[in-house]
């Protein structure tokens, strides 16, 4: 069963602050992804990183930053966290030429 | 811009009935259309997908349709029941950088199915 996990169910930050949140896969993917997820909006894609070190913005990168030193592990980072940046928070992993995407439990984020 | 346009945002059903969502797109370089199935506090998982060149897939209760001419694609639960309330996603599939594909998702569909 492959596994994606997320470091952090439930976060509160502080505006301004730096935020990390960590991703980790178990199937040796080659591919990570970060979404947000909204009412009504759907999932977003933020960063994609298709090898260690390689990284490629989606749709709304604005804001966000990420990290991809190990296969297995993928960071978003918040450089100065804004309230506007309140949100679900969805990584997901795919392996090769796999259509399929598979999604950790989320982050609920919330910047007071 | 929102590339995959996806309706209703939510749908209730009698147990029993008959489910339909549905979904548009606009991009022809969409090659793979899935639709993914969250519950809450899970993140989405992969229910069924379609290429472009079937018409239908069926698997189980669930079915898609697919009109590539009117580039438009729907999901089907036929028998709906309670344990299907969930949010679903209908999204579209590109190519991307080295071996990454990427989704569109639409704007997903809440689905409760009354007892």
């Known amino acids: 069963d492959v596994k994606v996990t997320q470091s952090s169910r439930y976060l509160v930050k502080r505006t301004g602050e730096k935020v990390f949140l960590e991703c980790v896969q178990d199937?040796?993917?080659?591919?990570m992804f970060w979404y947000r997820q909204d009412p009504g909006l759907g999932l977003r894609l933020i960063y994609f990183s298709y090898d260690v070190k390689m990284k490629e913005k989606g749709d709304i990168p604005e804001g966000y930053s990420v990290s991809r030193e190990k296969k297995e592990r993928f960071s978003l980072i918040l450089e100065s966290a804004s309230t506007n940046q309140t949100s679900m928070y969805l990584c997901?992993?795919?392996?090769?030429?796999?259509?399929?995407?598979?999604f950790g439990p989320g982050t609920r984020l919330t910047v007071t | 811009q929102q590339q995959v346009k996806q309706s209703p945002q939510s749908l209730i059903v009698q147990k029993g009935g008959i489910s339909i969502i549905n979904c548009a797109y606009e991009?022809?370089?969409?090659?793979?259309f899935p639709w993914y199935q969250q519950f809450p506090g899970k993140g989405p998982a992969l229910l069924i997908a379609?290429?472009?060149?079937?018409s239908e897939k069926k698997e189980g209760r669930f079915t898609i349709s697919f009109n590539k001419s009117a580039k438009q694609f729907s999901l089907h639960i036929m028998d709906s029941q309670p344990g299907d309330s969930a949010t679903y996603f209908c999204?579209?599939?590109?190519?991307?950088?080295?071996?990454?594909?990427?989704?569109?998702f639409g704007s997903g569909t809440q689905l409760t199915v009354l007892p």
């Open positions: 991009n022809t370089a969409f090659d793979y």
């Open positions: 379609i290429r472009p060149d079937v």
């Open positions: 999204a579209a599939s590109s190519r991307s950088s080295g071996s990454a594909r990427q989704l569109t």
């Open positions: 199937m040796d993917h080659e591919n």
């Open positions: 997901a992993s795919s392996g090769g030429q796999g259509h399929e995407q598979y």
